[in-house]
């Protein structure tokens, strides 16, 4: 197997355990990032754009130089790599990103800031079923 298929293969791994346990629209960048779509992987729902590396000796730095420029300044990124001492069968995936984005990923997990409903927001929600229910009507 050529260092090509050997990533793909790698990327392939990545995305089936990312559609199972994430996202199930996540998908691979055909062409790895060559046109408009930057990076190996794009998870939809949070916006990421990830490079996969599969490399035996690791060069995170420069890894990350890349994983960063594939978001072209505006996206968020991450980077996902293989540690050398695993196997490729059941690889040991290892996950970089910058620490403002572990924080608004983070964040998600929080409790939320509205632990009991008020007055306005009750009236809101019923206003909400009232035109959801007119609109499946109609549809």
């Known amino acids: 197997m050529n260092t090509r298929q050997k990533g793909r293969a790698f990327v392939l791994k990545i995305i089936e355990k990312l559609r199972n346990e994430l996202d199930n629209s996540t998908y691979e960048v055909s062409g790895s990032g060559a046109g408009l ?6 998870i939809p729902s949070i916006d990421l754009i990830i490079e996969a590396k599969d490399q035996k000796q690791p060069q995170i730095a420069n890894w990350v130089k890349q994983s960063d420029r594939e978001g072209l300044g505006y996206s ?24 403002d984005l572990f924080i608004e990923l983070a964040k998600r997990y929080q409790e939320p800031l509205i632990k009991e409903m008020d007055r306005e ?13 007119w609109i499946i009507k109609r549809i």
Not at 37 to 42: E, H, Q, S, V, Y
Not at 121 to 133: D, G, I
């Open 76 to 99: 968020k990124t991450a980077l996902m790599w293989r540690h050398p001492d695993s196997s490729s069968y059941d690889p040991d995936v290892r996950v970089d990103m910058s620490l």
């Open 121 to 133: 927001m009750k009236y809101q929600l019923s206003n909400l079923r009232q035109v959801c229910q």
């Open 37 to 42: 779509d930057k990076g190996d992987i794009r």
